[in-house]
T-cell receptor, first 112, second 115 residues
Framework: DAKTTQPNSMESNEEEPVHLPCNHS???????IHWYRQLPSQGPEYVIH???SNVNNRMASLAIAEDRKSSTLILHRATLRDAAVYYC?????????????FGQGTILTVHP | DAGVTQSPTHLIKTRGQHVTLRCSPI?????VSWYQQVLGQGPQFIFQ???????GRGNFPDRFSARQFPNYSSELNVNALLLGDSALYLC??????????????FGPGTRLTVL
């Protein structure tokens, strides 16, 4: 199970970009990198995932380092609704999507 | 489309009792996973079921068991409850194949309190 390291907390102002880093130095070659977020009093919500190349969707962008030992989730314009705990974690067993394990994540605070 | 539903929303039990938690996946999703989230920590994987078979188990004691029914709904059972079992229990479903493969959809969870 790949070990990940994320900052405990980060802060941002509304309408500004946010870069959330994650180190996963023990990731294997077939492990996808998943990002989820959890808003207060809700279950986790999928944000994005990728393997080697950068990925974009309507919620965010994922920049993956060339050696895959780190990745960065990019929220292009933070809103108050983006305040949440953000989790980065490769799933157990590579592409076993149903076996996610989560660390403590990064608490993102967005200021108006 | 309805999301993942879980019942009950809240539950209070005493030590030694057993509990059954229920989950209905999104229509068409055949994979269901269960997670335990203790206050202040990230969710921890308990079980995954796919096509009514257990496909993975996390580091939880045998007091925890689960099953999946022909309609893909699932139950999580916990016997001989301990105070440390107090947590939010989350169910997630996921499609197998297709455009959204790799994405898990979580329910709102069941808050279990053991006294």
């Amino acid at each position: 199970d790949a070990k990940t390291t994320q900052p405990n907390s980060m802060e941002s102002n509304e309408e500004e970009p946010v870069h959330l880093p994650c180190n996963h130095s023990t990731i294997s070659g077939t492990d996808y990198i998943h990002w989820y977020r959890q808003l207060p009093s809700q279950g986790p919500e999928y944000v994005i995932h990728g393997l080697t190349s950068n990925v974009n969707n309507r919620m965010a962008s994922l920049a993956i380092a060339e050696d895959r030992k780190s990745s960065t989730l990019i929220l292009h314009r933070a809103t108050l609704r983006d305040a949440a705990v953000y989790y980065c974690k490769p799933p157990r067993g590579g592409t076993s999507y149903g076996k996610l394990t989560f660390g403590q994540g990064t608490i993102l605070t967005v200021h108006p | 489309d309805a999301g993942v539903t879980q019942s009950p929303t809240h539950l209070i039990k005493t030590r030694g009792q057993h509990v059954t938690l229920r989950c209905s996946p999104i229509s068409g999703h055949k994979s269901v996973s269960w997670y335990q989230q203790v206050l202040g920590q990230g969710p921890q994987f308990i079980f995954q079921y796919y096509e009514k078979e257990e496909r993975g188990r996390g580091n939880f004691p045998d007091r925890f068991s689960a099953r999946q029914f022909p309609n893909y709904s699932s139950e999580l059972n916990v016997n001989a409850l301990l105070l440390g079992d107090s947590a939010l229990y989350l169910c997630a479903s996921s499609p197998v194949g297709g455009r959204r493969v790799g994405e898990q959809f979580f329910g709102p969870g069941t808050r279990l309190t053991v006294l």
